[in-house]
């Protein structure tokens, strides 16, 4: 069982402490190849780099009031990046715009159960 407390409120930002941030990404990442906590990912919303293990997890209630959680970057809630715009290389200066986008196309979803 993965063990959370409610650490944080700040406006509508509710962030979940996760005691094993390894574990949760292992079943909660969404996309092929989970990254370990000492990589390092650059965020493409607020333009920093940061280690996954500093990565922060939302909650917020959806429409018909049931808990949705979200894996976001640490900069968070001032940033609204999610693992969905962590790269693991930062594309600033590059002239090759196309190359960014077809890297992002590939981009593969785990199958889900």
């Not at 990404?25 to 996309?31: D, E, I």
């Not at 090759?96 to 590939?106: F, H, R, T, V």
Request: net charge negative; charged share 30%.
């Amino acid at each position: 069982m993965i063990g959370f407390k409610i650490i944080d409120v700040i406006m509508s930002f509710v962030e979940w402490k996760i005691k094993d941030k390894q574990l949760y990404l292992n079943t909660h990442y969404p996309l092929v190849g989970v990254p370990k906590l000492t990589d390092r990912r650059f965020c493409i919303h607020c333009e920093q780099w940061f280690t996954v293990k500093d990565y922060r997890v939302q909650l917020e209630y959806g429409f018909s009031g049931k808990k949705v959680k979200y894996i976001v970057c640490p900069n968070a809630p001032e940033c609204d990046g999610t693992l969905l715009d962590w790269w693991d290389h930062d594309f600033e200066g590059n002239k090759d715009i196309d190359l960014a986008l077809q890297e992002c196309n590939q981009i593969q979803r785990r199958p889900t159960d």
